[in-house]
């Protein structure tokens, strides 16, 4: 089956990196994205990585292993508005979008 | 207006009534998405068209029925729900499908209270 697994929350400081973690497995690949959602609002394209290695920009990078079917994003200098979902989602053979539930980040000053 | 935009933000409905919800890009994309998010649990692809036409549908219920009248609209009919079906109802679309690398815009949702 196909199956997508992020941690469902993690909390940071403001001002401190946090590394958020996806696994995926699906019926061929063609691409990994991560979308951001703020509470009650629409998810927003954050990353796309289709090749190994790590795509920065900005403050936000994210990096793609395909070998072992794993992805992270990292997001540095943590601002307050970083506070949100993270969504992971694996692009299967079929052009289809698998998503994980999402990790729930909390900032804390 | 800019992007994706879904109406009514809000809706309430008892089990035997006829609703829509109404999604409109103004991207020029090709496809269109409708997506279900419950609590705690990943997006439910419900529904894609590309070019108009019917692509995707897996496997939801008939209670739920679509409708794209033009490149640019989407519809989602609804009647006899159940209150499982309460959820954040989200439109999507992307410049073309079956395409890598193109993201999908998402529009700000319509949550849905079945009572």
């Known amino acids: 089956g196909q199956n997508i697994d992020q941690p469902t929350e993690m909390t940071a400081t403001e001002g401190a990196i946090v590394q958020i973690n996806c696994t995926y497995q699906?019926?061929?690949?063609?691409?990994l994205f991560w979308y951001q959602q703020h509470a009650g609002e629409a998810p927003t394209f954050l990353s796309y990585n289709v090749l190994d290695g790590l795509e920065e920009k900005g403050r936000f990078s994210s990096f793609l292993s395909r070998s072992k079917g794993y992805s992270y994003l990292l997001l540095k200098e943590l601002q307050m508005k970083d506070s949100a979902s993270y969504l992971c989602a694996s692009m299967d053979s079929n052009y289809q979008l698998i998503w994980g539930a999402g990790t729930k980040l909390i900032i804390k000053p | 207006e800019t992007g994706v935009t879904q109406t009514p933000r809000h809706l309430v409905m008892g089990m035997t009534n006829k609703k829509s919800l109404k999604c409109e890009q103004h991207?020029?994309?090709?496809?269109m998405y409708w997506y279900k998010q419950s609590a705690k649990k990943p997006l439910e692809l419900m529904f894609v068209?590309?070019?108009?036409?019917?692509?995707e549908n897996n496997s939801v219920p008939s209670r739920f029925s679509p409708e794209c009248p033009n490149s640019s609209h989407l519809f989602l009919h609804l009647h006899t729900l159940q209150p499982e079906d309460s959820a954040l109802y989200l439109c999507a679309s992307s410049q073309d499908f079956q395409r890598g690398g193109h993201e999908q815009f998402f529009g700000p949702g319509t949550r849905l209270t079945v009572l």
């Open positions: 699906t019926s061929g690949f063609n691409g």
């Open positions: 991207l020029g994309h090709n496809a």
């Open positions: 068209y590309s070019l108009e036409e019917r692509v």
